[in-house]
């Protein structure tokens, strides 16, 4: 396994580190290198210290040096190695670039004025990873790709709820402008962290809707696959139960840290592990 990408998952120790830390060693070690890659990609986005423009010519070159990997030709062993995984594994390399584009639309905007708008960034930061899982994962039934899509999409729109404060703090707003709207809840309250009921209705309007992409993602997974998405499966109650302390705090994320334990996390995944392989 590359030193590097198993560095950057250790240091992490984030819900993907804990939903596929019991896959095969062969999986496990694919699954950190591609951890690895969707974690530097958002990183270069995250720098704070760096300019726009700087930040735009860094994905530029990360998007060449990913070109460049594929056939072993990239400067950076991560991106060779992730183009290793990428053959043994038949991952199609599109969703490697949506990614990418995903993360250039955070260079670009800062506000989402429908839904439609949001979800589209929201399949290129989080579905894609989900398409590029199930291929290490491994599936018989199509019908699995929406499961990873509709997953992808519930996960992120789940950690939007849960990061309004800190995005808000870097000057961003991912909630569609027009739902603020719907809800009488202002950019300017939202700046100013107004917990009022305005703002809970808003969020449960939210919240509605990522449990309406997990439904979907429920409804897509076959049998078949049940297994071998264990991980997958992981990921989807971790997330689930955050879901669910959101609406317990009455989503006064303002004002609490809302989260899911080291903890609970691990218990949710050794609790999905036994679930789908003693059963299925």
């Excluded at 993907?16 to 999986?27: G, M, Q, R």
């Amino acid at each position: 396994m590359d030193a590097q990408a198993k560095k950057i998952s250790k240091k992490s120790k984030s819900s993907f580190y804990y939903a596929f830390n019991l896959l095969p060693v062969h999986k496990r070690e694919a699954m950190t290198t591609l951890y690895a890659f969707c974690r530097e990609t958002d990183d270069i986005v995250d720098e704070n210290n760096l300019s726009n423009e700087v930040k735009f010519e860094d994905l530029r070159k990360w998007r060449l040096e990913l070109k460049k990997s594929l056939s072993g030709e990239s400067s950076l062993a991560l991106l060779n190695n992730l183009s290793k995984i990428i053959k043994q594994f038949k991952i199609p390399i599109e969703p490697f670039f949506d990614l990418i584009k995903g993360m250039e639309m955070d260079i670009q905007q800062s506000r989402y004025p429908t839904i439609d708008d949001l979800i589209k960034y929201c399949y290129r930061v989080a579905a894609t990873v989900g398409l590029m899982s199930i291929e290490i994962f491994g599936y018989k039934n199509i019908s699995t790709q929406k499961f990873a899509i509709n997953l992808g999409l519930a996960l992120q729109l789940t950690n939007i709820l849960r990061d309004i404060k800190k995005d808000a703090l870097s000057g961003r707003i991912y909630l569609p402008l027009e739902d603020l709207k719907k809800f009488n809840y202002s950019e300017e309250d939202l700046f100013a962290n107004v917990y009022n009921d305005n703002f809970v209705r808003l969020m449960r309007f939210e919240a509605i809707r990522a449990k309406e992409y997990f439904e979907k993602a429920n409804k897509c997974l076959d049998i078949v696959d049940k297994s071998t998405m264990f991980a997958a499966k992981a990921m989807q109650l971790i997330y689930f139960n955050l879901l669910k302390k959101l609406e317990a705090k009455n989503f006064d994320v303002f004002n609490e840290n809302i989260s899911v334990s080291k903890t609970e996390k691990t218990a949710i995944a050794i609790g999905v592990w036994a679930k789908y392989n003693l059963i299925y």
